[in-house]
């Protein structure tokens, strides 16, 4: 691989034009910039003539959350079918800041935190389907910063809208996590029981979702599977903390040459900085070529491998990999592998490059102390909670 640099300054970047491909039997539109995700999900909820069903973590009371839930508001006064299922723990909209949706016929349910013996269950999940046929997905969340522009520290993000037979896929998962949401007893062994049995495949498109299973979910265990046999990797991943099962089979592609790992410089919470850097040593010298993204907040999530990309709400860290709620959708279509690969480099250009030299500058006993504590904050604690620890990084 070659040696490539940041040639743009951060200030001068902006985000990449929407784009569309076919790609196994689906039509994919993808919506890296803000502005465009924004009108894209408007469209989704104004064009809607029979149902929304919608699936978020977080869900701020702003103004871009305001004007989301006018368009629900509007679509359940014209008739529309419309659920609202937030994460209590994540969404900080009240019941009365939704009082107007429910008043006009819509659905709000909210997904209760669980505490198991280890962990507490998060539902990290963010989804919109249209009528059932049409559907919205990927890592952004409904708060103003998920839709603000590079220059405004915006989160550099993706949204994906989807039409095809794998929409069939989401309609049967969003049922199932409705029946949940609704019942007033929200059990943690049955949500572990249908993370761990249920997945939704055709040719070669795969509905895959994570949660709280015995060791790896769903998602993470065919990440896992294929890193065994992969040989070329790309990875644009807002938090990177994987355990060292996961790391050292990225090692194992690293030492073929074709490995790039585009990870944040810049983010809300430092201490999951901090947590990816602890692992930069190894990597290295494995021969991973890494970069930190640098013009604004980094909260994209996407895996090429190979042939196969990995798209959806799922970071690669311990809370995604073993206990959130996820969805990820996996196709495997050369084409689309290789523009999503053109995508990477498009923010790679604009990213600085962690040379071993770089990154022994900056390793300070200090910094190594922050880093390794970072990596443990974020395994084992919320980000909710280390935020507020971000150690100065």
């Not at 990927?138 to 039409?163: C, H, K, R, S």
């Not at 311990?318 to 495997?332: D, G, H, P, T």
Request: aromatic letters at 10%.
């Amino acid at each position: 691989m070659g040696d490539t640099e940041s040639t743009c300054p951060p200030t001068q970047f902006r985000d990449p034009e929407p784009f569309e491909m076919d790609a196994a039997g689906q039509h994919l539109a993808f919506y890296p910039g803000g502005i465009d995700r924004r009108i894209a999900l408007f469209e989704l909820v104004e064009g809607a003539k029979t149902s929304i069903d919608v699936c978020f973590y977080i869900f701020a009371e702003d103004t871009v959350s305001t004007e989301f839930r006018d368009a629900l508001v509007a679509a359940a006064r014209r008739g529309v079918k419309v659920t609202l299922i937030v994460d209590r723990f994540g969404a900080a909209a009240t019941e009365s800041f939704l009082r107007p949706l429910t008043d006009a016929g819509g659905a709000f349910l909210c997904f209760s935190a669980k505490w198991t013996r280890r962990y507490l269950i998060r539902n990290h999940q963010k989804l919109v389907i249209a009528d059932g046929k049409r559907a919205m997905f990927g890592g952004f969340n409904i708060a103003d910063d998920y839709f603000a522009p590079p220059e405004e520290n915006g989160w550099n993000d993706l949204g994906i809208v989807i039409e095809g037979p794998a929409v069939d896929g989401l309609n049967d998962w969003y049922t199932k996590l409705r029946q949940w949401t609704e019942r007033e007893e929200q059990h943690a062994r049955e949500i572990a029981r249908t993370v761990r049995d249920w997945k939704w495949k055709e040719a070669e498109v795969t509905w895959l979702v994570g949660g709280p299973t015995r060791g790896l979910s769903s998602w993470a265990r065919c990440v896992s599977d294929d890193l065994i046999e992969g040989d070329r990797l790309d990875m644009f991943m807002a938090y990177f903390s994987p355990p060292k099962k996961l790391l050292r089979r990225i090692g194992r592609i690293a030492q073929k040459g074709d490995t790039r790992l585009l990870m944040a410089g810049k983010s809300d919470n430092g201490a999951t900085i901090g947590a990816s850097r602890s692992l930069y040593d190894y990597l290295l010298a494995k021969r991973a070529e890494i970069w930190e993204f640098e013009p604004c907040k980094l909260h994209t999530k996407l895996i090429v491998l190979d042939d196969a990309v990995y798209l959806g709400s799922a970071n690669f860290d311990m809370r995604s990999l073993y206990i959130n709620l996820e969805l990820v959708l996996k196709i495997e279509d050369a084409a689309l592998a290789e523009r999503m690969r053109e995508f990477v480099g498009q923010h790679i250009a604009v990213s600085e490059r962690i040379t071993i030299p770089l990154h022994k500058r900056r390793a300070t006993l200090w910094n190594r102390i922050r880093w390794n504590l970072s990596w443990l904050l974020v395994s084992v604690i919320d980000y909710t909670v280390t935020r507020r620890l971000n150690l100065g990084i």
